[in-house]
């Protein structure tokens, strides 16, 4: 057994079948085959089982995959080390981050990550769904939610509280919410999922309750709400960190500050995909985004 064949039985299994896997590899089917008989031979197990459209690993396959992608990706990491020494850092990353949280804290960090490292491409998308990141394949995202996707490693970021709260110029006229109920008959600017039910947790020590809401406007520009809550369209139900600076400046004041309100979750991750190869760039920039986040948190 030596490095090659456990690169190509990783690249195998991460393809999920064998013509995949040679075209990734530009090999003929029948040349990954020999390779993949060769490596079991040379183990003397069965380590995985071949069907017309995908292939399953045996236990012996699942632990060699296991020790094998670490290999592999040592080895790919020790190259690189290698090619670049004297260089700056370089290559590419897609990074895929929330809307709201993306434009209006990100943007100054991503800007001071490109000049810190002018060489590496950065691909940027704001989007909130999680389902897209296979299709995207990106390989960097930050997102908010409640628990993590299972089949991804994740790291957890910051809290994120949500604050209701409206301009000073709305308060002086009409009421604010006073009771969580209160959000039920309010005009109420939010984030809400175009078809769905608006659903809301709120959290007061040990209590929980949950509220169906209907919003007078939502979006997910959450540029936008700020914009429409300075505006005085209704009470805002936002992440505090959109008015934070209007809070700050006496512009916006908040209510109910003793419930804990969640509308997509309170907890920021940032996912990536298990057992894809992170180059010294996609590292550099996961880095930076942990520390610039954790900062901002404290």
Not at 186 to 197: D, F
Not at 208 to 216: F, G, K, V, Y
Not at 271 to 286: C, E, K
């Amino acid at each position: 057994m030596d490095a090659q064949s456990l690169a190509l039985f990783v690249d195998i299994v991460e393809a999920g079948n064998l013509s995949l896997a040679a075209r990734n590899m530009k090999m003929s089917r029948a040349n990954v085959s020999y390779h993949l008989t060769q490596l079991e031979k040379s183990v003397g197990m069965q380590l995985m089982r071949r069907t017309t459209r995908r292939v399953e690993l045996t236990e012996a396959g699942q632990k060699l995959y296991q020790h094998g992608r670490i290999i592999r990706d040592e080895v790919l990491a020790a190259r690189e080390s290698i090619t670049m020494l004297g260089k700056g850092l370089h290559g590419s990353v897609r990074l895929s981050v929330p809307t709201g949280f993306g434009h209006m804290v990100m943007s100054d960090w991503l800007i001071e990550f490109k000049r810190q490292y002018p060489d590496i491409a950065l691909d940027l998308l704001f989007e909130n769904r999680v389902d897209d990141l296979l299709k995207e394949e990106v390989d960097v995202a930050v997102r908010v939610m409640s628990e993590p996707p299972q089949l991804m490693v994740a790291i957890e970021l910051a809290q994120v509280r949500y604050v209701t709260c409206a301009s000073v110029e709305y308060a002086a006229t009409r009421p604010m919410p006073r009771q969580l109920e209160d959000l039920t008959v309010t005009p109420l600017v939010t984030s809400a999922v175009a078809g769905r039910e608006l659903r809301v947790s709120a959290y007061q020590g040990e209590h929980r309750r949950e509220l169906t809401l209907h919003p007078t406007l939502a979006s997910e520009n959450f540029q936008f709400l700020r914009e429409a809550i300075l505006a005085g369209i209704g009470v805002g139900l936002v992440p505090d960190y959109v008015v934070a600076q209007d809070v700050k400046s006496g512009h916006v004041i908040t209510a109910l500050n003793d419930w804990r309100l969640s509308v997509f979750g309170t907890r920021m991750f940032l996912l990536r995909m298990p057992g894809r190869y992170q180059t010294l760039a996609t590292r550099a920039l996961i880095d930076f985004v942990v520390a610039k986040t954790r900062v901002w948190a404290a």
